[in-house]
Protein backbone atom coordinates (compact mmCIF):
# COMPACT_ATOMS: atom_id res chain seq x y z
CA UNK A 1 0.00 0.00 0.00
CA UNK A 2 1.26 3.18 -0.67
CA UNK A 3 2.55 5.56 1.80
CA UNK A 4 0.18 8.17 2.46
CA UNK A 5 1.29 11.04 4.63
CA UNK A 6 -1.69 13.13 3.84
CA UNK A 7 -5.57 11.56 2.99
CA UNK A 8 -8.58 13.16 2.89
CA UNK A 9 -12.05 11.19 2.27
CA UNK A 10 -15.60 12.59 1.14
CA UNK A 11 -14.23 16.04 2.00
CA UNK A 12 -17.03 18.51 2.42
CA UNK A 13 -17.47 22.31 3.72
CA UNK A 14 -20.60 24.44 2.96
CA UNK A 15 -21.57 27.53 3.91
CA UNK A 16 -24.75 27.37 4.25
CA UNK A 17 -26.71 26.85 0.73
CA UNK A 18 -22.66 27.42 -0.85
CA UNK A 19 -20.90 24.25 -1.27
CA UNK A 20 -17.30 25.31 -1.32
CA UNK A 21 -16.08 21.43 -1.23
CA UNK A 22 -18.34 18.88 -1.38
CA UNK A 23 -16.63 15.22 -1.79
CA UNK A 24 -13.03 15.50 -2.25
CA UNK A 25 -11.19 12.57 -2.46
CA UNK A 26 -6.96 13.02 -2.23
CA UNK A 27 -3.82 11.55 -1.53
CA UNK A 28 -0.75 12.97 -0.93
CA UNK A 29 2.18 10.15 -0.89
CA UNK A 30 5.67 11.19 1.18
CA UNK A 31 8.38 12.74 -0.43
CA UNK A 32 5.96 13.86 -3.93
CA UNK A 33 4.38 17.26 -4.73
CA UNK A 34 1.08 17.49 -5.59
CA UNK A 35 -0.43 20.79 -7.42
CA UNK A 36 -4.25 21.70 -7.04
CA UNK A 37 -5.52 23.76 -9.99
CA UNK A 38 -9.05 25.29 -10.42
CA UNK A 39 -10.37 28.20 -11.45
CA UNK A 40 -11.13 31.11 -8.87
CA UNK A 41 -13.79 30.00 -6.37
CA UNK A 42 -13.24 26.69 -6.98
CA UNK A 43 -12.23 25.61 -3.50
CA UNK A 44 -8.44 25.29 -3.44
CA UNK A 45 -8.20 27.34 -0.35
CA UNK A 46 -10.87 25.86 1.56
CA UNK A 47 -9.01 22.18 1.18
CA UNK A 48 -6.25 23.72 2.52
CA UNK A 49 -7.98 25.29 5.33
CA UNK A 50 -10.07 22.36 6.15
CA UNK A 51 -6.73 19.85 6.18
CA UNK A 52 -4.89 22.40 8.86
CA UNK A 53 -8.19 22.53 10.66
CA UNK A 54 -9.15 26.03 10.26
CA UNK A 55 -12.47 25.02 8.97
CA UNK A 56 -14.85 23.13 10.12
CA UNK A 57 -15.47 20.07 8.11
CA UNK A 58 -19.52 19.73 7.17
CA UNK A 59 -18.98 15.80 6.16
CA UNK A 60 -16.00 13.31 5.65
CA UNK A 61 -12.37 12.80 7.02
CA UNK A 62 -8.61 13.68 7.20
CA UNK A 63 -5.92 11.73 8.05
CA UNK A 64 -2.03 12.30 8.75
CA UNK A 65 0.11 9.40 8.53
CA UNK A 66 -2.67 7.43 8.91
CA UNK A 67 -4.14 9.06 11.83
CA UNK A 68 -7.86 10.78 11.60
CA UNK A 69 -7.44 13.95 12.55
CA UNK A 70 -10.62 15.59 11.81
CA UNK A 71 -11.83 16.27 15.74
CA UNK A 72 -8.03 18.10 16.20
CA UNK A 73 -7.28 21.82 16.31
CA UNK A 74 -4.76 23.41 14.07
CA UNK A 75 -2.04 23.86 16.70
CA UNK A 76 -2.47 20.05 17.65
CA UNK A 77 -2.24 18.73 13.79
CA UNK A 78 0.73 21.25 13.36
CA UNK A 79 2.27 19.16 16.12
CA UNK A 80 1.69 16.01 13.73
CA UNK A 81 3.81 17.42 11.19
CA UNK A 82 1.90 19.94 9.24
CA UNK A 83 2.77 23.20 7.93
CA UNK A 84 2.07 25.91 5.72
CA UNK A 85 2.32 29.47 4.06
CA UNK A 86 -0.10 32.06 3.51
CA UNK A 87 -1.54 34.11 0.27
CA UNK A 88 -0.23 36.71 2.28
CA UNK A 89 3.16 36.72 3.77
CA UNK A 90 3.71 36.08 7.57
CA UNK A 91 6.60 37.44 8.00
CA UNK A 92 7.22 39.92 10.32
CA UNK A 93 8.63 43.68 9.06
CA UNK A 94 11.44 45.09 11.69
CA UNK A 95 13.01 41.29 12.54
CA UNK A 96 16.13 40.35 10.90
CA UNK A 97 15.58 37.52 8.49
CA UNK A 98 17.69 34.40 10.74
CA UNK A 99 16.38 35.49 13.96
CA UNK A 100 12.69 35.08 12.72
CA UNK A 101 13.13 31.56 10.98
CA UNK A 102 15.29 30.60 14.03
CA UNK A 103 12.20 31.79 16.49
CA UNK A 104 9.60 29.53 13.87
CA UNK A 105 12.25 26.76 14.58
CA UNK A 106 11.64 27.12 18.35
CA UNK A 107 7.91 27.28 17.71
CA UNK A 108 7.75 24.09 15.58
CA UNK A 109 9.67 22.04 18.54
CA UNK A 110 12.92 22.22 16.94
CA UNK A 111 15.56 20.13 18.81
CA UNK A 112 17.95 22.93 17.63
CA UNK A 113 16.06 25.91 15.94
CA UNK A 114 19.44 28.07 15.08
CA UNK A 115 20.45 24.77 13.37
CA UNK A 116 18.05 23.98 11.65
CA UNK A 117 17.40 27.92 10.95
CA UNK A 118 20.86 27.97 9.48
CA UNK A 119 19.94 25.14 7.54
CA UNK A 120 17.14 26.47 5.42
CA UNK A 121 18.73 29.53 5.08
CA UNK A 122 21.34 27.84 3.55
CA UNK A 123 19.05 25.52 0.99
CA UNK A 124 16.84 28.88 0.16
CA UNK A 125 20.42 31.22 -1.13
CA UNK A 126 19.11 33.33 2.48
CA UNK A 127 22.31 32.95 4.31
CA UNK A 128 23.41 35.76 3.05
CA UNK A 129 20.51 38.18 3.98
CA UNK A 130 20.45 36.62 7.07
CA UNK A 131 20.88 39.75 9.43
CA UNK A 132 18.91 42.09 7.28
CA UNK A 133 15.81 43.56 8.56
CA UNK A 134 12.91 41.14 6.72
CA UNK A 135 11.16 44.72 4.89
CA UNK A 136 14.45 45.58 3.79
CA UNK A 137 14.24 42.44 1.39
CA UNK A 138 13.12 42.64 -2.32
CA UNK A 139 9.96 41.21 -2.56
CA UNK A 140 11.06 37.96 -4.29
CA UNK A 141 13.55 37.35 -0.98
CA UNK A 142 10.18 37.67 1.28
CA UNK A 143 8.95 34.93 -0.22
CA UNK A 144 11.78 32.75 0.08
CA UNK A 145 11.25 33.73 3.63
CA UNK A 146 7.78 32.82 3.71
CA UNK A 147 8.63 29.37 2.49
CA UNK A 148 11.85 29.42 5.28
CA UNK A 149 9.25 30.16 7.78
CA UNK A 150 6.82 27.26 6.66
CA UNK A 151 10.02 24.53 6.11
CA UNK A 152 11.53 24.59 9.90
CA UNK A 153 10.37 21.78 11.99
CA UNK A 154 10.93 19.54 9.81
CA UNK A 155 7.48 19.31 8.50
CA UNK A 156 5.93 16.38 6.76
CA UNK A 157 3.42 17.97 4.78
CA UNK A 158 3.77 21.35 3.47
CA UNK A 159 0.75 23.10 2.66
CA UNK A 160 1.27 26.20 0.31
CA UNK A 161 -1.34 28.91 -0.89
CA UNK A 162 0.19 30.41 -4.23
CA UNK A 163 3.55 30.71 -2.92
CA UNK A 164 5.00 32.68 -6.49
CA UNK A 165 1.77 35.32 -6.06
CA UNK A 166 3.59 38.35 -7.63
CA UNK A 167 6.74 36.59 -8.58
CA UNK A 168 8.39 37.66 -11.97
CA UNK A 169 8.58 34.96 -14.21
CA UNK A 170 12.17 34.02 -13.34
CA UNK A 171 11.76 34.16 -9.73
CA UNK A 172 8.77 32.13 -9.89
CA UNK A 173 11.06 29.52 -11.63
CA UNK A 174 14.02 29.44 -9.33
CA UNK A 175 11.74 29.35 -6.44
CA UNK A 176 9.82 26.66 -7.94
CA UNK A 177 13.68 25.04 -8.99
CA UNK A 178 14.35 25.32 -4.59
CA UNK A 179 10.74 23.98 -3.78
CA UNK A 180 11.76 20.82 -6.10
CA UNK A 181 15.10 20.44 -4.07
CA UNK A 182 13.89 20.99 -0.76
CA UNK A 183 10.99 18.46 -1.27
CA UNK A 184 13.93 15.55 -2.06
CA UNK A 185 16.62 16.64 0.33
CA UNK A 186 14.38 17.44 2.94
CA UNK A 187 11.53 14.45 2.37
CA UNK A 188 8.49 16.84 2.95
CA UNK A 189 5.44 15.98 0.55
CA UNK A 190 3.59 19.84 -0.23
CA UNK A 191 0.36 20.36 -1.49
CA UNK A 192 0.91 23.49 -4.13
CA UNK A 193 -2.26 25.66 -4.73
CA UNK A 194 -0.69 27.84 -7.26
CA UNK A 195 -2.16 29.86 -10.36
CA UNK A 196 1.13 29.74 -12.45
CA UNK A 197 0.72 26.43 -14.27
CA UNK A 198 4.33 26.49 -16.08
CA UNK A 199 5.24 26.03 -12.33
CA UNK A 200 2.37 23.65 -11.71
CA UNK A 201 2.74 21.75 -14.59
CA UNK A 202 6.84 21.30 -14.08
CA UNK A 203 7.49 20.16 -10.44
CA UNK A 204 4.16 18.21 -9.58
CA UNK A 205 4.48 14.23 -9.30
CA UNK A 206 0.58 14.68 -9.64
CA UNK A 207 -1.82 17.28 -10.24
CA UNK A 208 -5.40 17.72 -9.03
CA UNK A 209 -7.79 19.53 -10.94
CA UNK A 210 -10.65 21.54 -8.81
CA UNK A 211 -14.46 22.82 -10.23
CA UNK A 212 -16.87 24.40 -8.37
CA UNK A 213 -15.75 22.43 -4.99
CA UNK A 214 -15.45 19.00 -6.94
CA UNK A 215 -12.31 17.09 -8.10
CA UNK A 216 -12.95 16.82 -11.95
CA UNK A 217 -9.51 15.20 -12.83
CA UNK A 218 -6.62 13.99 -11.28
CA UNK A 219 -3.42 12.30 -12.55
CA UNK A 220 0.38 12.61 -13.88
CA UNK A 221 0.80 16.28 -15.42
CA UNK A 222 0.80 14.92 -18.88
CA UNK A 223 -2.74 13.04 -18.41
CA UNK A 224 -4.12 15.81 -16.56
CA UNK A 225 -2.79 18.31 -19.44
CA UNK A 226 -4.25 15.94 -21.95
CA UNK A 227 -7.81 15.23 -19.87
CA UNK A 228 -10.87 16.69 -22.58
CA UNK A 229 -12.84 18.44 -19.90
CA UNK A 230 -10.00 19.79 -18.26
CA UNK A 231 -9.21 21.62 -21.24
CA UNK A 232 -12.56 22.57 -21.82
CA UNK A 233 -13.44 23.77 -18.64
CA UNK A 234 -9.61 25.27 -17.23
CA UNK A 235 -6.79 25.24 -19.39
CA UNK A 236 -8.70 26.72 -22.71
CA UNK A 237 -7.20 24.76 -26.31
CA UNK A 238 -3.78 26.59 -25.73
CA UNK A 239 -2.71 24.10 -22.95
N1 LIG B 1 -16.34 32.05 4.82
C1 LIG B 1 -17.03 31.80 3.70
N2 LIG B 1 -18.38 31.98 3.65
C2 LIG B 1 -19.07 31.71 2.53
N3 LIG B 1 -18.54 31.25 1.39
C3 LIG B 1 -17.21 31.06 1.37
C4 LIG B 1 -16.38 31.32 2.50
N4 LIG B 1 -15.10 31.02 2.18
C5 LIG B 1 -15.12 30.60 0.89
N5 LIG B 1 -16.37 30.64 0.39
C6 LIG B 1 -16.79 30.23 -0.95
O1 LIG B 1 -16.30 28.94 -1.17
C7 LIG B 1 -15.91 28.78 -2.54
C8 LIG B 1 -14.48 28.29 -2.62
O2 LIG B 1 -13.58 29.36 -2.24
P1 LIG B 1 -11.99 29.19 -2.20
O3 LIG B 1 -11.42 30.47 -1.66
O4 LIG B 1 -11.63 27.94 -1.51
O5 LIG B 1 -11.61 29.06 -3.74
P2 LIG B 1 -10.17 29.07 -4.43
O6 LIG B 1 -10.18 27.96 -5.43
O7 LIG B 1 -9.09 29.04 -3.42
O8 LIG B 1 -10.17 30.48 -5.17
P3 LIG B 1 -8.93 31.47 -5.54
O9 LIG B 1 -8.20 30.81 -6.64
O10 LIG B 1 -9.64 32.71 -5.99
O11 LIG B 1 -8.11 31.68 -4.29
C9 LIG B 1 -16.18 30.12 -3.22
O12 LIG B 1 -17.46 30.05 -3.82
C10 LIG B 1 -16.16 31.08 -2.05
O13 LIG B 1 -16.95 32.22 -2.35
Redesign the pocket.
Known amino acids: MPDYVLQTTDVAIH?GG?K?LDGVDMTLERGKIRGLI?P???????VIDAITGRRRLTRGSVKIKGEDVSALGVVERRARGLSRSFQRTSIFGQMPVRKQVELAAFKMGAPDPGADADDVLRELDLDELAEVTAADLGYGQQRRLDLALALVGQPTVLLLDEPMAGLSVQESLDLADHLKALTQRRHVSVLL?EHDMDVVFGISDVVTV?EL?RVIAAGSPAEVRANPRVREAYLGSAA
Open positions: YVAGNGAGKSTVFG
